[in-house]
């Protein structure tokens, strides 16, 4: 079974600036994974960079552009800085 971890970003699911899609649309169609973990900052306080719509969005455009029956799941990541791994990793790896 392939798994997807991915972290969602400003181009997901595709790029306002090129129209190209992003990097995990195009992973899902090389790899073509099962299940699909979608890793956004969460909208709050102080947070310099929320992906949590761009996720939605991705899971929507995998599901109507590329395979309806991958399971995906969005997980929200409450930070601050989407730049400060030192953050992110230990909080990916509780969730």
Do not use: H
Request: proline share 7%; aromatic share 10%.
């Amino acid at each position: 079974m392939n798994i997807l971890l991915s972290f969602v970003g400003e181009q997901d699911p595709y790029s306002d600036k090129t129209g190209e899609e992003g990097s995990i649309v195009t992973l899902c169609r090389y790899i073509m994974p099962q299940v699909i973990y979608l890793f956004p900052t969460a909208t709050g306080f102080k947070v310099k960079s929320e992906t949590q719509t761009r996720a939605v969005d991705t899971q929507t455009w995998i599901t109507s552009e590329i395979n309806s029956n991958i399971q995906i799941f969005i997980r929200p990541l409450p930070i601050d800085d989407p730049t400060d791994y030192s953050l992110i990793l230990p909080l990916a790896r509780r969730v």
